[in-house]
T-cell receptor, first 114, second 113 residues
Framework: GAGVSQSPRYKVAKRGQDVALRCDPI?????LFWYQQALGQGPEFLTY????????KSGLPSDRFFAERPEGSVSTLKIQRTQQEDSAVYLC????????????FGEGSWLTVV | GENVEQHPSTLSVQEGDSAVIKCTYS??????FPWYKQELGKGPQLIID?????GEKKDQRIAVTLNKTAKHFSLHITETQPEDSAVYFC????????????FGDGTTLTVKP
């Protein structure tokens, strides 16, 4: 596809359930970012990959959050033992090499924990 | 860490009028300031950005100004159109990695026809 693709678009999870959110970046994009966007707020940085290397995970809110990008393309954000405060939109973005600072966001995965 | 404050949280203008959104930041090391437009159900889209070595940048109806001394920057939209209605976010980054930007909480702009 032409843009960053995220799935599922919508996910309802029961509290305590594990969830996995997938991001398929634009082909050839080296950098990949995950964000959490709570209702009515701006996106907050979670973690950053350059190819398969996770260079920064300082924004992950707890050890229940885990991200991977094993082959340097598709990435998965996993949330274990979900809690109500995890309800948010999870945005993925990617950036090509040498693009300066332009990043391209996906449409997000809307997670609701009930 | 960086703290970005954005005002106003909501803004309503008549079609054809100008809209101004203002942001302040706290980290003097920030040197890259992008603005994003987010429509309902979609991800943010970069509309304009400015770096610390420039005081103003313009792209058609959109302009951004930066005052590094005062640590504030503003988005100006002229001749607003209904399709400009969306949530606008400012952001600040202390390095060239825009992906690690700190975002403001957004301004919901409504342009009335």
């Amino acid at each position: 596809g032409a843009g960053v693709s995220q799935s599922p678009r919508y996910k309802v999870a029961k509290r305590g359930q594990d969830v996995a959110l997938r991001c398929d970046p634009i082909s050839g994009h080296v950098s990949l970012f995950w964000y959490q966007q709570a209702l009515g707020q701006g996106p907050e940085f979670l973690t950053y990959f350059q190819n398969e290397a996770q260079l920064d995970k300082s924004g992950l809110p707890s050890d229940r959050f885990f991200a991977e990008r094993p082959e340097g393309s598709v990435s998965t954000l996993k949330i274990q033992r979900t809690q109500q405060e995890d309800s948010a939109v999870y945005l993925c973005a990617s950036s090509p090499p040498g693009a300066g600072n332009t990043i391209y966001f996906g449409e997000g995965s809307w997670l609701t924990v009930v | 860490g960086e703290n970005v404050e954005q005002h106003p949280s909501t803004l309503s203008v008549q079609e054809g009028d100008s809209a101004v959104i203002k942001c302040t930041y706290s980290d003097s090391a920030s040197n890259y300031f992008p603005w994003y437009k987010q429509e309902l159900g979609k991800g943010p889209q970069l509309i304009i950005d400015i770096r610390s070595n420039v005081g103003e940048k313009k792209d058609q109806r959109i302009a951004v100004t930066l005052n590094k001394t005062a640590k504030h920057f503003s988005l100006h939209i002229t001749e607003t159109q209904p399709e400009d209605s969306a949530v606008y976010f400012c952001a600040a980054s202390p390095n060239t990695n825009a992906g690690k930007s700190t975002f403001g909480d957004g301004t919901t702009l409504t342009v009335k026809p």
